[in-house]
């Protein structure tokens, strides 16, 4: 993980080097952006996936020390067979995204980091497990409140999603 931070770093700070700060043109400040998805990853117990990631994120656009950050939940489900046991998990998560200020018409594109937790039932008993991840997303909308988007990451939960998005 050490290795992609100055990755990251570097991702950051070339936009934010040559230009203004400021959202994307399909975000202003209070639009409310929703995704409703699907995922991909391997499994996280010694098991394989039997029902793959399907989420739904809420952002809410705050400008934070002049920052175009978007704040937000994520939710989800998905399932894994470990032997003869089916592990229903329901992850749960805050994120926050910052934007590239790049203004292409109707696309956004953003880094992303998630921290959260993922309830697990097996068999009528609970138990859990921690979640953190990196991301980097990027959404194109065809119409003012209609698009698909797409995520990139490093998570346990997922590593590809992609989906519908909605700009209210």
């Known amino acids: 993980m050490k290795k992609y931070l100055p990755l990251l770093i570097l991702i950051c700070a070339v936009p934010l080097s040559g230009m203004e700060l400021e959202y994307p043109e399909i975000i202003n400040n209070g639009t409310i952006l929703i995704n409703a998805g699907v995922g991909f990853a391997g499994a996280i117990s ?3 996936r039997v029902c793959p990631p399907l989420t739904v994120s809420l952002d809410y656009a705050l400008p934070v020390a002049g920052f175009p950050l978007t704040l937000g939940l994520t939710a989800g489900f998905f399932s894994e067979k470990v ?14 995204a910052y934007h590239l200020p790049f203004n292409v ?6 880094l992303l980091s998630a921290i959260g937790g993922m ?50």
């Open 119 to 168: 309830p697990a039932e097996t068999n009528g008993s609970w138990g859990g497990e921690f979640w953190m991840g990196f991301s980097t997303g990027v959404r194109y909308f065809f119409l003012p409140h209609f698009g698909v988007y797409t995520e990139l990451g490093f998570d346990n939960v997922q590593i590809f999603t992609f989906g519908l998005a909605f700009n209210l």
């Open 46 to 48: 010694s098991g394989e």
């Open 105 to 110: 018409r109707r696309l956004d594109i953003y």
């Open 83 to 96: 032997e003869s046991n089916q592990i229903n998990y329901w992850p749960v998560a805050f994120r926050i």
